[in-house]
């Protein structure tokens, strides 16, 4: 019987950690949509709506000290339990970095956008697929989409150096009056690449809770063996 | 004779925790000390050490899961356990803020600085504080320490606006080549408010940790008699 009650806990664990999930792919999703759409609105409803993604994680977070004090869970399960608690913690943090985008494009409302966007909405689409691999890896305990997600991070910090060079040698350096509207973009760069970093966390997480096999600060133990 | 096994253990997880801090202020005296003095050299060592603190986080995180897993710790234990695991891992992400101004030095090595650093000083101090602090707080699991971190964070976040206004408004608007060596030390600022930002956790977690009460995401909830 107590068994019984610690799978239903473990399993509802498991959908509210979704839930959050799906919530903050939502933020990413309506905040590089507000910049692509200069829209304000758009932009504050992120920023609004990030008060419930604190408190789902609070709740997870409930869920899984009490699943590990009054279930005493054993190996795969406490596994899942405290890789559930960072990825919860990564996942808010996402969430905080859609809000200091959100944030940037209120900065930018109104301004002349500098036009082209740069390399902007190719890092927003590597961060997303990022993002989406990482909690679907979770979700599916995939380890080989997990290695991939790993492996596209050098590929966000390439675009978050292109976009910071060209902003920099290609508008600030020629016209100093173009920080105002440059220097939001840059900082949403950085941030979209610390969106990328927080999904490799989370997928560094998951290999873990597979494999029972930390790859976190080792990215060179990563087997590629398989079609990754 | 397994409870004293568990005492020794739980001991010495709070020592390598307190190793943990005392390598991570290191790395924060360093990369501000590398800043002043614009040594690319102390610079380097901070981003050389790096890889140290990250294996002393693995450790301190393996330590916790098997304390976990082998002696299904209750309440008070189980509490110190899982908020050793949080401020671990912010420690970790303080020192990795540390190495990102240590890159930014060394990327401002051999340009002139933008001479009066602006309010970076005033700033570094108030995070150093704050991280001290935290530490403090978290070894005497002395809650008004706790709070008063907690109050700093709005100075830390005014200290890096002014920061950013000056740099922004006298230097890069009105000659757009002083945005290499100005970007750097905007970034230095945002780094510098990060690291308060994650102080701020970590006396959010030591409140949780003596009170077991959540007060992160409520600020509001800082009961504020007493002294502080």
Do not use: C, W
């Not at 905040?31 to 759409?37: F, Y």
């Not at 419930?52 to 009490?66: H, T, V």
């Not at 890789?83 to 940037?104: F, H, P, S, W, Y």
């Not at 927080?198 to 873990?208: F, G, K, P, S, W």
């Amino acid at each position: 019987m107590k068994e019984r009650r610690f799978d239903e806990e473990l399993d509802s664990m498991n959908k509210e950690l979704l839930k959050m999930a799906a919530m903050v792919e939502s933020s990413i999703h309506k905040s590089t949509e507000a910049l692509k759409r200069q829209d304000s609105g758009l932009a504050q409803s992120v920023i609004d709506e990030d008060r419930e993604i604190d408190e789902e994680e609070l709740k997870i977070e409930e869920m899984a000290i009490d699943l590990l004090a009054l279930h005493q869970p054993m190996a795969g399960d406490l596994r899942f339990i405290t890789t559930g608690m960072k990825i919860n913690a990564e996942l808010e943090r996402i969430a905080d970095l859609a809000v200091n985008i959100a944030q940037m494009v209120k900065e930018l409302a109104g301004r002349p956008l500098l036009k082209p966007l740069i390399d902007i909405p190719k890092l927003t689409k590597v961060t997303q697929r990022m993002v989406k691999d990482a909690i679907d890896a979770f979700v599916n305990r995939d380890q080989d989409t997990a290695k991939q997600v790993i492996l596209s991070d050098p590929q966000a910090d390439e675009l978050r150096n292109l976009v910071y060079e060209e902003l920099v040698n290609d508008y600030i350096i020629k016209d100093g009056t173009t920080a105002p509207r440059a220097i939001p973009l840059l900082l949403i760069a950085r941030h979209l690449e610390r969106i990328a970093d927080h999904a490799t966390n989370i997928a560094e997480d998951v290999i873990y809770m597979v494999q029972a096999k930390v790859v976190k600060h080792h990215p060179e133990q990563l087997d590629n063996n398989g079609g990754v």
